[in-house]
């Protein structure tokens, strides 16, 4: 699977962003896709993921309630809707695919490339 993610940018704090990752390659059934983050000086940290094939989703408690993350099917796209952000979300937001349900950037196989996300404070 290949993927592309776009939509990053600087923001204010409280504000919102959306961010997109298109994927290409084979088919997304039994997939898992969604988003990883980093922030300068730490590791990667699992953000949000979704079952492709029956829209289960999984959040990082630190985003709940916050963010949501969808997919739009005939485009295979999925998206990550980013509201009431902080200074603290600050970093490199990459997506990703796996075949099986996992917090750990280890058991993702496909990456695409980061797209930065800026908050101000």
């Known amino acids: 699977v290949q993927l592309q993610a776009s939509g990053g940018g600087l923001v204010q704090a409280g504000g919102s962003l959306r961010l997109s990752c298109a994927a290409s390659?084979?088919?997304?059934?039994?997939?898992?896709l969604g988003w990883f983050r980093q922030a300068p000086g730490k590791e990667r940290e699992f953000v949000s993921t979704i079952r492709w094939n029956d829209l289960t989703t999984y959040y990082a408690d630190s985003v709940k309630g916050r963010f949501t993350i969808s997919r739009f099917n005939a485009k295979n796209t999925v998206y990550l809707q980013m509201n009431s952000l902080k200074a603290e979300d600050t970093a490199v937001y990459y997506c990703a695919a796996s075949n099986r349900v996992s917090y750990y950037p280890s058991d993702f196989t496909s990456w695409g490339r980061g797209t930065l996300v800026t908050v101000s404070s």
């Open positions: 390659g084979r088919s997304l059934s039994n997939y898992i």
